[in-house]
């Protein structure tokens, strides 16, 4: 890819942005319009705008592929382990006010809901990420 | 006559998801091209994704949140939007699956439209 | 423990399937066994369900404690408590009849990745079989829709990609037609619960809404079923995909997309407003005689063993989706029995010309020449399992064509009835082409006066055979004790009669 001074710059100083933005939405899925998916999408999308400004060596270079995979598999390993957990608190799963009855601190399922979304939101990234390096990596970029 | 325009105009968004559906489809039929067949099926979708979220909407509402104690307002249905986010989430991988599967099709056979293909698997 | 299978059924199946990728990375040795004990799990789970159901009604279990209309309920009832147990009995014998062939067919480095998505094929289905809400059954549908399309794709041959394009194609307008025919349900009743759905719906029965969600519904399902004229996807995806997938899509897949389609229209529509409201069974009876007759006729004229049995399977789908047409309690125990019978005999055949291939390369008939002579024990399988495809006597294939017929005659469809015996009759047609081929035709080998058979042709590995030879016998054994199973099969019927 061609050397252009602008689009490094300004996707340079806009990835951070994009990033706690995406942060912000999935946080803010507990409460409000937002969520793990949509969360996750945005933080792929700042990937892809460091695919686009740096080509896929350089970055992947940072982001190995393998750790994509460990990423989407935390992800779900998180989701699916609070759901076994609210199984194990005696609920049903994903009954998070089991869990909060059980451990007796109040407002926990708030913060469960918040965990559950960061893991939907880890796996959406580190998926959306390696879709988009495995199609660019095949056409294009690599002599 | 009247009446069916009237019908027709209270319910412009579904006639519009339908047309768009059918170019969907048009494109998924007679595109030779087997990404342009792809880009179809995403029109296709995209019209059903419309579909939901126009009948959801309500005149006048606002998103669903919570309003602080005291005021009142109309909210759009959020259903069909958490519903559509799952069928994007589908949608956006059939399309990985697809270009994936045309991207080893040029791989194997050198060709991207249809009739080239089909001469080409025949000739194997 | 046992108040928490249904969830346990599809999520402990996904947290597997994480397993077998990471374990995999390390080592692929493990995922073979990691699958089959997954498997095994879902397979004890399910036949513990059933029992539960049969002893105690329908569970419910509500995730997250929500009961619905609000929440998501997964719903286990004596029909889909005798849907599941089938499923899993067939995803278990694939899974212990991949190994060896997935070493042949499938190149070392996506071993692990075909186990991956083997387990979420399997738990997609598993996962639209237990579900009561009917959106939920839409994203279990995609989920292994889009790991078939993969795993069709993950075979050697290059026009695997090309069958799986078409699959993918027509499966996802499949998939559009079923989401738009359920936001019509949404709209005109606002659930998305089917007992909900069918309590809210016979108070707008008359709205064209509802007719349109009807209308969506059926054909997108079969689309997926490969009714007749919309089978085109079909014979290249069954004979292109590795053996392995083959036999898992050809009779689990199948089977559980004509239990959606069951589903939908019996428990979410209910029987009164699919007889009366809008009577298409005629028209169903009608497509469903066509793609019988259709689907024997095309299976006599292929070249090619997979192939011929691709067609047949559309022939088969025709009998099912007729007790569908006919929809009174004996065509329908028919029905039920042939989605049993059928993914019974079905998974046999395809075994067979997948261990065919394995040992010869080929499925071609006029490579087959004289091969009972070096392959017994497969041969015998083909033909009892062939046996019961055609409907002779003791076997479950028999029982099941019987109930058919007989339900067909007490409807007063005569035609219909004839239709289904010539079915039969066209069934010994491409049966018989194999068994001539295999047993009554000299190899080509000897022809040529050096009597040596060709390199490495000798009866199947065990771990081939074993599931194989079991399913061949289950044909056997499943007709001659049909009487217990009509326990379990004539109240599930009831159950769709008698709406939800």
Same mark, same amino acid.
């Given at each position: 890819m061609r050397e252009n001074v602008v689009i490094r710059t300004i996707s340079r100083i806009s990835v951070p942005f994009i990033q706690v933005f995406a942060l912000y939405v999935i946080v803010h899925g507990a409460v409000g319009a937002g969520g793990g998916f949509q969360g996750g999408v945005a933080f792929a999308a700042s990937f892809i705008l460091m695919f686009i400004a740096f080509g896929l060596s350089g970055?992947?270079?940072?982001?190995?592929?393998?750790?994509?995979?460990?990423?989407?598999i935390i992800g779900i390993a998180i989701y699916a382990g609070i759901g076994f957990l609210c199984l194990a608190a005696g609920g049903n799963y994903l009954e998070y006010g089991a869990i909060e009855s059980a451990v007796g601190v109040a407002h926990l399922h708030g913060y469960l809901i918040d965990a559950v979304e960061m893991g939907i939101g880890?796996?959406?990234?580190?998926?959306?990420?390696?879709?988009?390096?495995?199609?660019?990596?095949?056409?294009?970029?690599?002599? | 006559m009247e009446a069916v325009l009237e019908a027709f105009l209270s319910h412009y968004n579904y006639g519009m998801a339908i047309i768009l559906m059918m170019i969907g489809l048009y494109a998924l039929i007679a595109k030779q091209n087997l990404v342009k067949k792809l880009i179809g099926l995403n029109i296709f979708q995209t019209a059903i994704f419309l579909f939901y979220i126009?009948?959801?909407?309500?005149?006048?509402?606002?998103?669903?949140? &919570?309003?602080?104690?005291?005021?009142?307002?109309?909210?759009?249905?959020?259903?069909?939007?958490?519903?559509?986010?799952?069928?994007?989430?589908?949608?956006?991988?059939?399309?990985?699956? /697809?270009?994936?599967?045309i991207v080893r099709i040029?791989?194997? &056979? /050198?060709?991207?439209?249809?009739? /080239?293909?089909?001469?080409?698997?025949?000739?194997? | 423990m046992i108040e928490h299978l249904p969830v346990l059924l599809v999520t402990v199946p996904i947290v597997a399937a994480l397993l077998i990728l990471l374990l995999g990375w390390h080592d692929s040795r493990f995922c073979y066994p990691l699958t089959l004990a997954t498997i095994l799990f879902q397979f004890a789970g399910g036949i513990a369900l059933l029992i539960e159901v049969m002893r105690e009604g329908t569970i419910h279990y509500y995730l997250g404690g929500w009961a619905p209309p609000l929440g998501i309920e997964f719903v286990i009832d004596t029909f889909n408590g005798y849907i599941l147990p089938i499923v899993l009995l067939l995803a278990l014998a694939t899974a212990v009849y991949a190994r060896r062939s997935v070493e042949k067919e499938i190149k070392p480095e996506k071993i692990v990745s075909f186990y991956v998505l083997f387990q979420l094929l399997v738990t997609g289905l598993v996962g639209m079989t237990i579900t009561g809400d009917i959106f939920n059954l839409y994203v279990f549908l995609e989920i292994s829709s889009i790991a078939a399309y993969t795993l069709i794709a993950s075979s050697r041959k290059p026009r695997a990609y090309v069958a799986a394009l078409n699959y993918l194609v027509l499966g996802s307008i499949a998939g559009g037609f079923v989401l738009l025919g359920i936001g019509n349900l949404y709209v005109a009743t606002g659930t998305l619960n089917m007992a909900d759905l069918a309590r809210l719906l016979p108070a707008s029965y008359g709205l064209a809404t509802v007719h349109t969600a009807f209308l969506l519904l059926v054909i997108g399902f079969s689309i997926k079923v490969a009714l007749f004229p919309l089978h085109l996807w079909l014979p290249d995806a069954y004979t292109e995909a590795p053996s392995a997938v083959t036999v898992l899509i050809s009779t689990v897949m199948a089977k559980v997309s004509v239990y959606a389609m069951f589903r939908v229209i019996f428990s979410v529509f209910t029987t009164a407003y699919f007889v009366e409201t809008v009577p298409v069974t005629e028209l169903i009876l009608f497509i469903a005689a066509v793609a019988i007759v259709a689907g024997a006729v095309l299976a006599i004229a292929q070249e090619d063993l997979k192939r011929m049995l691709a067609y047949s399977s559309v022939s088969q789908v025709g009998y099912i989706v007729f007790a569908l047409g006919v929809a009174n309690q004996i065509a329908l125990e028919g029905g039920l029995l042939h989605i049993l019978g059928h993914a019974v005999m079905k998974g046999c055949l395809f075994m067979v010309a997948g261990v065919i291939i394995y040992r010869l390369g080929t499925?071609? #008939?006029?490579?087959?020449?004289?091969?009972?002579?070096?392959?017994? *024990?497969?041969?015998?399988? #083909?033909?009892? %399992?062939?046996?019961?495809?055609?409907?002779?006597?003791?076997?479950?294939?028999? %029982?099941?064509?019987?109930?058919? *017929?007989l339900g067909a005659l007490e409807a007063g469809h005569w035609v219909y009835a004839a239709v289904l015996l010539a079915g039969s009759l066209l069934a010994v047609g491409y049966i018989w082409r194999f068994i001539e081929v295999a047993y009554f035709s000299a190899s080509s080998h000897h022809e040529g006066g050096d009597h040596?058979?060709?390199?490495? *042709?000798?009866?199947?590995?065990?771990?081939?055979?074993?599931?194989?030879?079991?399913?061949?016998?289950?044909?056997? *054994?499943?007709?001659? #004790?049909?009487d217990p199973l009509m326990k379990i099969v004539a109240p599930a019927v009831s159950l769709l009669l008698g709406g939800a």
């Open positions: 970055v992947e270079k940072r982001l190995g592929k393998k750790w994509l995979m460990v990423y989407s880890i796996t959406v990234m580190a998926v959306m990420v390696s879709i988009i390096s495995d199609v660019m990596d095949r056409d294009g970029e690599s002599p | 126009s009948f959801a909407d309500v005149e006048g509402g606002i998103a669903p949140i &919570y309003l602080p104690e005291g005021m009142e307002a109309i909210y759009v249905n959020p259903l069909p939007h958490v519903l559509i986010l799952t069928a994007i989430v589908v949608g956006v991988s059939v399309t990985a699956v /697809g270009l994936s599967l040029y791989e194997e &056979y /050198g060709v991207i439209d249809e009739a /080239g293909l089909l001469k080409m698997v025949k000739r194997r | 499925s071609s #008939f006029s490579d087959l020449k004289g091969v009972a002579a070096t392959m017994p *024990v497969t041969c015998a399988a #083909f033909a009892l %399992a062939g046996a019961s495809m055609i409907g002779v006597p003791p076997t479950i294939g028999f %029982a099941s064509k019987y109930y058919l *017929v040596h058979p060709a390199p490495g *042709v000798r009866e199947a590995p065990l771990s081939m055979l074993v599931p194989m030879v079991i399913l061949s016998i289950l044909c056997l *054994v499943l007709g001659i #004790f049909v």
